[in-house]
């Protein structure tokens, strides 16, 4: 079965740190891979994805991330965090063979401290 | 600009009552999903629709049901709300294909009193 794993449910970090949230998946098929943010009384919004090519794909907000297929990883990075970057993070996993369907983690809810 | 937008962002019921919940998107999208939030749980798909009356269970369809009259509405409905479903409801919709990005609805906050 199908299934995405985000090791990490809280993470602090100090603003102008850097950051990285994990994502490991599961998959029987070519994944197609998503990272998701949620602020706060919202819906999620699109930060990057990767369908092909170059395994490093860049973002809005200055975020990042890496495909590695030998890991079975799409770990979200950024080099210096903001306050507003506060949120919960989400990935999420599709494939040709599920159609349009996709797989969420259980998300990553991001502290940012001053 | 991509829309799509829910009936409520909050909303309040009794147990037993009947409960619809909205969906309206403008992008022409085929694919439409409902999906539940629960903390440390991520999202749920509810039931997905890739056509007007065309539906499919997702992983957690028990309880719930949905129409899709018109392509760019797509409803769920609560046939008798219980406390097991207060919950964060979010409306996405796609383009047909493969590959493509979901687009979230800002969700209904449903709590089942």
């Known amino acids: 079965a199908q299934s995405v794993t985000q090791p990490d449910i809280h993470i602090t970090v100090s603003e102008g740190a850097s950051l990285e949230l994990r994502c490991n998946y599961s998959y029987g098929a070519t994944p197609y891979l998503f990272w998701y943010v949620q602020s706060p009384g919202q819906g999620l919004q699109l930060l990057l994805k990767?369908?092909?090519?170059?395994?490093l794909v860049q973002g809005i907000k200055g975020f990042e991330a890496e495909f590695k297929r030998s890991q079975s990883s799409f770990n979200l990075r950024k080099p210096s965090v903001h306050w507003s970057d506060a949120a919960e993070y989400f990935c999420?996993?599709?494939?040709?063979?599920?159609?349009?369907?996709?797989?969420f983690g259980a998300g990553t809810i991001l502290r940012v401290k001053s | 600009d991509v829309k799509v937008t829910q009936s409520s962002r909050y909303l309040v019921k009794r147990t037993g009552e009947k409960v619809f919940l909205e969906c309206v998107q403008d992008?022409?999208?085929?694919?439409m999903f409902w999906y539940r939030q629960d903390p440390g749980l991520g999202l749920r798909l509810i039931y997905f629709s890739y056509d007007v009356k065309m539906k499919e269970k997702g992983d957690i369809p028990e309880g719930y049901s949905v129409s899709r009259e018109k392509k760019e509405r797509f409803s769920l409905i609560l046939e008798s709300a219980s406390t097991n479903q207060t919950s964060m409801y979010l409306c996405?919709?796609?383009?047909?294909?493969?590959?493509?990005?979901?687009?979230f609805g800002p969700g209904t906050r449903l709590t089942v009193t």
């Open positions: 990767y369908f092909s090519g170059d395994t």
């Open positions: 999420a996993v599709g494939a040709r063979e599920y159609g349009n369907k996709l797989v």
């Open positions: 996405a919709s796609i383009s047909a294909g493969i590959g493509y990005e979901q687009y």
């Open positions: 992008m022409d999208h085929e694919n």
